[in-house]
């Protein structure tokens, strides 16, 4: 318990710090479907909805960095996923569409449990109305991987989430 206590002051501190120093560059937020399929033994797949704050990045700074929550409901259980991300996308000006990357860690909370996570994707930003402002389509796929501890090893998901982000410059 205190490891998790540790992290989440740490994920906290992390989200401050990269909120702050990025204000002056704007703050983006987003919303989504999300379905997660777990690959491990027990398939199941669970559908919810998705939400995240990003900061920073540019086309002259492509890394940001995003903090996103997720809710997904399957299988007769209700998960929770938070995550801090970083993440690249090299901008042209010209462009439309956007393709990045992305790395995150954080936590995943079930019935009776809370677990650390890391994760690792790849995904897209289409501008809808202008070219690198505005609102944006995003599609992006994660591969999710939970530590759940005392000699149960960890489980293995993959994140599929469709949406949009707004302020996307």
């Known amino acids: 318990m205190k ?3 540790t992290g989440a002051a740490a994920i906290a501190l992390a989200a401050f ?3 702050h120093s990025a204000s002056a560059q704007g703050v983006r937020f987003g919303l ?10 027990g398939s199941y797949t669970a559908i ?5 704050v990003g900061f920073g990045g540019r086309a002259d700074r492509p890394l940001s960095f995003r903090v996103d929550a997720t809710v997904v409901n399957g299988s007769g259980a209700t998960l929770e996923l938070v995550s801090a991300d970083a993440v ?27 677990d650390p996570l890391v994760k690792g994707g790849v995904g897209f930003d289409y501008h809808l109305f202008k070219r690198n402002h505005g609102t944006a389509l995003f ?3 994660t591969f999710d991987v ?3 501890g005392s000699g149960y090893g960890t ?3 993959l994140q599929l989430n469709l949406g949009l982000k707004f302020g996307e410059s």
Do not use: D, W
């Not at 989504?32 to 033994?41: D, E, K, P, Q, Y």
């Not at 000006?93 to 909370?109: C, I, S």
């Open 3 to 5: 490891r998790l206590c």
């Open 17 to 19: 710090v990269t909120a």
């Open 32 to 41: 989504g479907a999300t379905a997660l399929v777990n690959l491990g033994s």
């Open 48 to 52: 919810g909805g998705i939400g995240m």
């Open 88 to 114: 690249y996308a090299p901008h042209s000006p010209t462009a439309v569409l956007h393709p990045y990357g992305l790395l995150g860690a954080g936590f995943q909370h079930g019935p009776g449990n809370t």
């Open 139 to 141: 599609g992006e796929g």
């Open 146 to 148: 939970v530590f759940r």
């Open 155 to 157: 489980g293995k998901s």
